[in-house]
């Protein structure tokens, strides 16, 4: 979300005191400064941003009714040069929707249609540039926007996304099979994209870190886990940190714009629940209307992107006499400070019948939506912990993996037929605390048995998470921790394991040849597997710094081929044309996008959200979905004549 929203300190392009102090907030200096580093911002502060230029034709009265408007304009700096890729986001209403576009090779951008009474608040941003922000923005043509080059390294450092940073702790680690466990277990559920997570900790602050990972989950193997202290704090360091990240700060190549064709796309935010929610999962639904599961807050959210800002509605989750943390809670106490989860919603699908499935994760049952009577109904798993990820075949089975116990389940729900399918463990060890699971779970309300784990070498788990369904009805899964594949036969539920030339197969999809296209989470790379030949293709994300991104999901358009993939790392999506073979990241608007899953409506605009958790440290601290529009010309003819502005002389 923009900075400026809420924010009196940033009206008319000042800048937030705060920020002038090193006060910790969102946009703002996130490293410890140095004495001339406070006195750089200070001198900068009491400039003012040079876009004060511009404050007569942004001042504006009310608009006088709710028609489409747009805004235009051109974005250069004080000598006239253009910014080329600037990110100019325009923002309104409460809670906040957003639209940004891109200024082309002569600075100048135009947004698409805009509903909505406003009053607008307007942004700037282009790493390399200070953030430049105003309130009461009127929408009008002809906006000329002024802004200065960042001086100040440790400033153009803050801005660089979390893979940056975290490439610096990679570079570290020498073992590779330790820089793929630290990718994969400290990468679960955050970046390493905000102040919280880029500073230098003491001892103790790194045991309660540590601590808190392992009751989420994330156990380090007891070498690296006494490593991880020093590696951290020895890359964050300031001094160290930022020389590397702002090397060549001075010269052209550094953090160039997007090419042509990310710059002629249009991205949408809309603000969805509060700070403690998290957004794990979203989906499109054949209704025109977006729906998000808020795994911290029990909720079902529906977005309706035709309501001007966004229409929203919510309905709790039915959570029974659960406790809180469901079967999963750490002596009677919540996985997290700011969950009020007890059955923690995590995946979603669009039935034939258009009801909604949901896994309920930490309650271990999964529930049905009725988006007509806007009722549930919820069914418990007879075996197994934590489902996970769900889709439905064509006879509308619900298919979905049991993470936690190491099934994968089945539920018809026209019979009521369920079935739990124990996959294969490693070895004896994994087989003997899977077995275990329902003791610990019970012990666990009485001792916190993650936690004194997390003191200990810990027992690597298999993790069945991503799945989807083959075009002849097999039903494909991963196993997250195993490097394996695997496919279970729909009618006999007979299970193939197959392993994978990569580690860490995560959420796989099949694109309309039947061919299953897997993401590498701790790999860096996007595989495709035939199901004829049983070969593997594999492609490296083209992500600088090269090894940081840590992509969670992917799903293919089968209208075309792309396949989209979360650059979770990275604040942005990625297109791969597999014909081509090519790759194009889209930048997003917010500091600190943890994207999760992916999907599309029916003018294949591209869907994701936000999901970073703790949801604080995302930029204003606020979980978004997330719409991106590649090819808006298709939609709208505003766009089309700035796409044309933007094309090169033939």
Same mark, same amino acid.
């Given at each position: ?14 800048? !937030? ?127 000329? =926007? ?55 900790? !003491? ?7 540590? =601590? ?122 919540? =996985? ?97 605390? =899977? ?175 936000? !999901? ?39």
């Amino acid at each position: 979300m923009p900075e400026c929203v809420g924010d009196p300190c940033l009206r008319r392009g000042r800048r !937030s005191p705060g920020k002038m102090a090193g006060i910790i907030e969102s946009g703002g200096p996130e490293l410890p400064m140095h004495r001339s580093s406070l006195i750089s911002l200070a001198r900068r502060a009491s400039v003012g941003l040079v876009l004060l230029a511009a404050a007569s034709a942004l001042q504006a009265a009310p608009a006088a009714n709710a028609s489409p408007r747009r805004a235009s304009g051109r974005v250069h700096d004080a000598t006239g040069a253009p910014v080329v890729g600037a990110m100019v986001s325009l923002v309104h209403g409460q809670p906040a929707h957003s639209i940004t576009v891109f200024s082309d090779d002569d600075g100048r951008f135009l947004t698409p249609a805009i509903r909505g009474e406003g009053p607008f608040s307007l942004r700037v941003r282009r790493i390399g540039w200070r953030d430049s922000s105003f309130d009461d923005v009127r929408l009008t043509s002809g906006l000329d =926007l002024v802004v200065e080059r960042e001086t100040d390294p440790a400033a153009i450092a803050a801005q660089l996304p979390a893979n940056h940073w975290y490439a610096l702790v990679l570079d570290a680690i020498e073992d590779r099979a330790q820089r793929e466990e630290l990718k994969q277990q400290c990468t679960y559920c955050h970046q390493q994209g905000s102040w919280a997570t880029r500073r230098v900790r !003491s001892d103790e602050e790194w045991r309660k870190v540590l =601590l808190l990972m392992a009751r989420m989950g994330g156990m380090l193997s007891k070498d690296l886990r006494e490593k991880v202290p020093e590696i951290f704090n020895a890359a964050y360091d300031p001094a160290h940190a930022v020389p590397i990240l702002t090397r060549g700060m001075d010269e052209p190549g550094f953090a160039p714009p997007p090419p042509l064709e990310v710059r002629r796309a249009v991205v949408e935010e809309w603000e969805l629940g509060g700070r403690a929610s998290v957004q794990h999962d979203i989906m499109f639904h054949p209704d025109g209307r977006l729906y998000s599961v808020d795994m911290s807050e029990d909720m079902l959210y529906r977005l309706d992107p035709d309501v001007p800002g966004g229409g929203r509605e919510q309905w709790l989750l039915p959570q029974d006499d659960l406790p809180l943390g469901g079967a999963f809670g750490v002596v009677d106490r919540p =996985l997290t400070p700011t969950s009020n989860a007890r059955v923690g919603p995590h995946s979603l699908q669009t039935a034939p019948d258009g009801s909604i499935w949901i896994t309920l994760a930490l309650g271990n049952r999964l529930a049905r939506f009725d988006p007509e009577t806007e009722t549930f109904e919820v069914h418990e798993l007879e075996h197994g912990y934590y489902p996970h990820t769900l889709r439905l075949d064509s006879r509308g089975r619900v298919w979905y993996t049991i993470a936690a116990s190491n099934h994968v389940g089945m539920f018809d729900p026209a019979t009521g037929e369920q079935r739990e399918l124990r996959l294969p463990a490693r070895n004896f060890a994994q087989s003997l605390v =899977l077995r275990a699971l329902p003791l610990l779970l019970w012990a666990s309300r009485h001792v916190d048995v993650r936690g004194a784990a997390g003191e200990g070498d810990g027992i690597t788990m298999p993790i069945p998470y991503g799945i989807d369904i083959a075009p002849d009805g097999g039903v494909w899964f991963s196993q997250l921790n195993e490097h394996k594949i695997g496919r279970i036969d729909p009618e006999s539920f007979e299970i193939e394991m197959l392993a994978t030339p990569f580690p860490t197969p995560r959420r796989l999809r099949f694109d309309s040849a039947g061919r299953l296209w897997i993401p590498s989470f701790s790999g860096n790379r996007v595989a495709r597997f035939d199901l004829a030949t049983r070969e593997f293709d594999q492609w490296e994300l083209p992500v600088e710094p090269l090894g940081s991104e840590v992509p969670y999901a992917l799903n293919v358009d089968r209208r075309n081929g792309d396949v989209w993939i979360c650059g979770t790392n990275s604040d942005s999506l990625i297109r791969f044309q597999p014909d081509l073979e090519r790759f194009s990241i889209y930048p997003l608007p917010t500091r600190v996008s943890y994207t999760r899953e992916v999907d599309f409506d029916r003018e294949g605009r591209i869907w994701t959200s936000n !999901s970073n958790g703790p949801t604080w440290q995302i930029e204003g601290g606020v979980p978004h979905v997330i719409r991106l529009d590649p090819n808006p010309a298709s939609a709208d003819s505003g766009v089309a004549l700035a796409q044309e502005r933007m094309r090169p002389d033939e």
